[in-house]
């Protein structure tokens, strides 16, 4: 661990350690949470654990959160939304990093500390996100040797968010060491949900016959994957992912699923890291610009029954 970030570690101890100064409710009025989608668990945790923290660091505070549907004109609309309603602090999953930047700068312009949460965007003050690289390497990986090292592999993509470019990043760092295995998509977004991720895994079994192996780039499309894989009767696939959500522990326990892994992220406790963070920054306690990444665990079929699953779940 680096010199910053033991210092971020200490800082956000402190902040969610220590009680509330009495000037702090009136600091932080309202927070505003702008997300990809909330039809996703994930983000669900995010919100529970940022709004867990801002009851501990400002119980008087209101908090907003709203689903950007991976829209970046939706995204602006709301940014402008929660500063003209009154937050001085918005958690941001930016649904593109760069285009964001505008945004980011007329709410801090308003006064608003903007923390980026789960992937990183231009400008903001502060981030929080898990190592997206290594979850993709862990848990293609891992893949890899359930293959032993040859075979078909599709990457099923997902939204163009830095976490998802850094996860097939990372997984196909890890499956160009094997060249034996050969990636025979890499490009069909599965949009992060299961529908999506159902139909591109049947368009990836009309068109592959001999596909051995899916990455998935989080567990709704795994999921959805899944279950295109058993409706179309396909024996010999299968199927990693990222996140170590509440429903891929079901996948993993069961035998007739093609899910073996997936890279577990934690949502609760990086929302409840971001709001401590943007007080942490708001009160000078930590630099503009820190950035946090939390490591990802995989979890199997060998290890999922002693998986807690998500902090606060």
């Known amino acids: 661990m680096n010199t910053r970030s033991k210092f971020l570690v200490a800082a956000l101890a402190l902040s969610t350690s220590l009680a509330a100064p009495p000037a702090l409710a009136d600091d932080i009025s309202s927070v505003g949470v702008s997300v990809g989608s909330l039809g996703n668990p994930y983000f669900v945790a995010l919100v529970k654990g940022a709004t867990t923290q801002l009851k501990s660091d400002a119980p008087k505070a209101s908090i907003n959160a709203l689903s950007a549907d991976y829209d970046l004109n939706k995204q602006f609309s709301q940014m402008d939304s929660f500063v003209t309603s009154g937050a001085n602090l918005i958690l941001i999953n930016g649904v593109d990093p760069q285009a964001v930047l505008p945004a980011v700068k007329r709410v801090q312009k308003a006064g608003a500390v903007v923390i980026a949460v789960d992937v ?23 893949l890899a040797k359930k293959l032993s090292g040859k075979g078909e592999v599709a990457i099923e993509n997902g939204p163009q968010v830095s976490s998802i470019i850094d996860r097939v990043r990372g997984c196909k760092e890890v499956l160009a ?8 998509s890499d490009d069909q977004n599965g949009g992060g949900d299961r529908d999506l991720g159902f139909k591109v895994m049947q368009g990836y ?10 990455f998935a780039i989080n567990d709704p ?15 010999g696939i299968i199927v990693t992912s990222v996140d170590g959500a509440p429903d891929i522990t079901v996948s993993l326990k069961d035998p007739k699923s093609s899910i ?3 890279a577990s992220q934690d949502p609760y ?3 409840k890291d971001g709001v401590a963070m943007g ?3 708001k009160e000078g306690k930590i630099a503009k610009g820190t950035v946090r990444l939390m ?3 995989l979890i199997t079929r060998d290890n999922v029954d002693s998986y807690k699953g998500w902090t606060g779940e």
Do not use: W
Request: hydrophobic residues 40%.
């Open 120 to 142: 990183a965007s231009s400008g903001v003050d502060g981030t929080v996100q898990t190592d997206n690289v290594a979850a993709g390497r862990i848990s293609c990986e891992f």
């Open 177 to 184: 060491r094997y060249p034996d295995i050969k990636i025979v």
């Open 205 to 214: 079994l009309v068109r592959f016959p001999n596909l051995k192996g899916v």
């Open 221 to 235: 499309e795994a999921i959805g994957s899944d279950l295109a894989i058993r409706q179309a009767h396909r024996q």
């Open 260 to 262: 073996v892994a997936s």
């Open 269 to 271: 406790q990086m929302g």
């Open 279 to 281: 007080r942490a920054i």
């Open 295 to 297: 490591a990802p665990t």
